[in-house]
T-cell receptor, first 113, second 109 residues
Framework: EAGVAQSPRYKIIEKRQSVAFWCNPISGHATLYWYQQILGQGPKLLIQ????????DSQLPKDRFSAERLKGVDSTLKIQPAKLEDSAVYLC???????????FGPGTRLTVT | EDQVTQSPEALRLQEGESSSLNCSYTVSGLRGLFWYRQDPGKGPEFLFTLYSAGEEKEKERLKATLTKKESFLHITAPKPEDSATYLC??????????FGSGTRLQVQP
């Protein structure tokens, strides 16, 4: 079974620029999550999708972050404009249902200079 | 607000020296407690899910237990390949997963 795919793996941008991350979940998984992991901390949930719909985006900074899930499969997370404090690893995860164990991708390491 | 606290922050063991990692939580309506392992540069890897107090699960040298206020991850006779960051997370009715900051384990040969 193929795992969760993410791209790019690394990205360096200047502050005020925009950036987008892509995620392809495990086939058949209805639930998709985006997390932000700052160095030395645990992952923090940004947004949770169930199929096409948003279940929880209470911790997503909506003034600069946006996310969508295309046809209930792939997802993109965008930051516009980026700030220095957005430097982190952005993890995508998926699960069959929201109570099930989540499977994580390798993450995208974002550096904002 | 849901809170998850892991201790110690870092732990160094000799190969074969057993120990336990702690995860204490303050949540309303626990639906499940999850343990993950994270290697440098990789995403977290699922280890266990515990659903109710008194439940125990084992996998190789790892054993996870759950009480009403905390969970322990016991590592028996660890090997250098067990070196990683171990993350604890809780699933509640309000949020899918809230993670602790993790315990960085180093096992020296």
């Amino acid at each position: 079974e193929a795992g969760v795919a993410q791209s790019p793996r690394y990205k360096i941008i200047e502050k005020r620029q925009s950036v987008a991350f892509w995620c392809n979940p495990i086939s058949g998984h209805a639930t998709l999550y985006w997390y932000q992991q700052i160095l030395g901390q645990g992952p923090k949930l940004l947004i949770q999708f169930q199929n096409n719909g948003v279940v929880d985006d209470s911790q997503l900074p909506k003034d600069r972050f946006s996310a969508e899930r295309l046809k209930g499969v792939d997802s993109t997370l965008k930051i516009q404009p980026a700030k220095l404090e957005d430097s982190a690893v952005y993890l995508c995860a998926s699960s069959w249902w929201d109570i099930d164990e989540q499977y994580f991708g390798p993450g995208t390491r974002l550096t904002v200079t | 607000e849901d809170q998850v606290t892991q201790s110690p922050e870092a732990l160094r063991l000799q190969e074969g020296e057993s120990s336990s990692l702690n995860c204490s939580y303050t949540v309303s309506g626990l639906r499940g407690l999850f343990w993950y392992r994270q290697d440098p540069g990789k995403g977290p890897e699922f280890l266990f899910t515990l659903y109710s107090a008194g439940e125990e699960k084992e996998k190789e040298r790892l054993k996870a237990t759950l009480t009403k206020k905390e969970s322990f991850l016991h590592i028996t006779a660890p090997k250098p390949e067990d070196s990683a960051t171990y993350l604890c997370a809780v699933h509640t009715g309000r949020r899918a997963l809230t993670f602790g900051s993790g315990t960085r384990l180093q096992v020296q040969p």
